[in-house]
């Protein structure tokens, strides 16, 4: 995953910041070289209709949801020449959340935070991040509102993997395209076994459905139909 998209991440004070405004990016440098992105269940429906979403194991031998943004190269197929998102496809919340993220403190609690060398930042221009009082503004606590959803989304997110690991539905798989041989595209990636999950007892089938989750991996599964677009 791309998470060196932060350059130099600064937890946001109302003693430091309180002139810090913020205007909209008018490019995605930022997002050009970002070819695969953290996914939550959240948007499992909208992504499955702009790219491929699978699976890959952490660190922390958890598994986790991505989105496939690039296939064979290292840019982003949605950003176009001009550095915007192309239009009619979706965007991960992931990306969408910068230049603001949570960092946690040492008692695991979230704190807002910003990418200090985005450009989106100034004090003449921009939406208000403090009032006159060093209260958040209302856009500050609209991005905490975000990020917090994000966070919760997360978990879910975590739920839904547990589940597909426990009942051994994920399978490796690598992507490979023709060029007179055979070359990877994408490695260390994983899609759910539609064999193993037909196989499933009733009673697992039913607590996916009861649960949500059979409906996400049929999203998953028909997504991967964009393999061969975003190949291009």
């Known amino acids: 995953?791309?998470?060196?998209?932060?350059?130099?991440?600064?937890?946001?004070?109302?003693?430091?910041?309180?002139?810090?405004?913020?205007?909209?990016?008018?490019?995605?440098d930022y997002a050009a070289p970002v070819t695969d992105t953290l996914l939550t269940v959240d948007e499992f429906f909208?992504?499955?209709?702009?790219?491929?979403?699978?699976f890959a194991r952490g660190e922390n031998k958890k598994h986790f949801a991505a989105a496939v943004l690039a296939l064979g190269k290292r840019r982003n197929w949605f950003v176009d020449?001009?550095?915007?998102?192309?239009?009619?496809?979706?965007?991960?919340?992931?990306?969408?959340?910068?230049?603001?993220?949570f960092v946690k403190g040492d008692d695991d609690t979230n704190f807002l935070a910003f990418d200090e060398r985005c450009p989106a930042f100034n004090q003449e221009q921009g939406e208000r991040l403090f009032d006159d009082?060093?209260?958040?503004?209302?856009?500050?606590?609209?991005?905490?509102?975000?990020l917090q959803e994000f966070e919760a989304a997360s978990a879910r997110t975590a739920l839904f993997c547990d589940e597909l690991q426990r009942l051994n539905l994920l399978e490796p798989i690598t992507v490979q395209q023709w060029m007179g041989?055979?070359?990877?595209?994408?490695?260390?990636?994983?899609?759910?076994?539609?064999?193993?999950?037909?196989?499933?007892?009733?009673?697992e089938v039913l607590a996916l459905v009861n649960?949500?989750?059979?409906?996400?991996?049929?999203?998953?599964?028909?997504?991967?139909?964009?393999?061969?677009?975003?190949?291009?």
């Open 1 to 28: 995953m791309e998470l060196g998209i932060y350059e130099n991440v600064q937890v946001l004070s109302s003693d430091l910041h309180r002139n810090l405004r913020v205007r909209p990016l008018d490019k995605l």
């Open 181 to 203: 041989y055979q070359v990877p595209l994408l490695k260390g990636i994983k899609r759910v076994n539609e064999r193993r999950l037909e196989q499933l007892p009733e009673d």
């Open 46 to 54: 909208q992504a499955a209709r702009s790219q491929p979403i699978v």
């Open 211 to 232: 649960k949500g989750f059979y409906k996400l991996i049929i999203a998953h599964l028909l997504s991967l139909g964009h393999i061969e677009r975003i190949s291009k």
């Open 133 to 146: 009082q060093g209260s958040p503004t209302a856009y500050t606590k609209t991005v905490l509102g975000f």
């Open 81 to 101: 020449a001009s550095m915007k998102w192309k239009k009619g496809e979706y965007m991960p919340a992931f990306l969408r959340r910068y230049p603001f993220v």
